[in-house]
């Protein structure tokens, strides 16, 4: 069974910053595909980043630069180092797994078939 747990949700000053956590279990991010997203109140789920099973990053547009996702190959975990952290990154943050073996992750959720319970994150201004 595929489960992933998120850690490290909390609140935190405008600029400051925040490390998130997923531990996956279930499979291996060295073939699969992982992936945050946030849903902030109101709002729909928008795509944070993404790690491929091969190490590749990719970034949703307001988060480059302060955004910084990583693989632990080691403890099968993927972290999200946030930086410079802003009021309007206030949200729950989910982390999902991709769909496919080795597929390519993209920002599309239909794209991935396992989610975390999420963690909440809240910038103050």
């Known amino acids: 069974q595929v489960q992933l747990v998120e850690n490290g949700g909390g609140t935190v000053p405008a600029g400051g910053s925040l490390r998130l956590s997923c531990v996956l279990s279930g499979r291996t991010i060295a073939n699969y595909g992982t992936a945050w997203f946030r849903q902030a109140p109101g709002k729909e789920r928008e795509f944070v980043a993404a790690?491929?099973?091969?190490?590749?990053?990719f970034y949703g547009q307001s988060m480059k630069g302060r955004f910084t996702i990583s693989g632990d190959f080691r403890k099968n975990m993927v972290n999200l180092q946030m930086d410079n952290l802003e009021p309007e990154d206030t949200a729950v943050y989910y982390c999902?797994?991709?769909?496919?073996?080795?597929?390519?992750?993209?920002?599309?959720?239909?794209?991935?078939?396992?989610w975390g319970q999420g963690t909440q994150v809240t910038v103050s201004s």
């Open positions: 790690i491929s099973w091969s190490g590749d990053t």
């Open positions: 999902a797994g991709h769909r496919h073996l080795r597929g390519y992750p993209r920002r599309e959720m239909a794209e991935y078939a396992y």
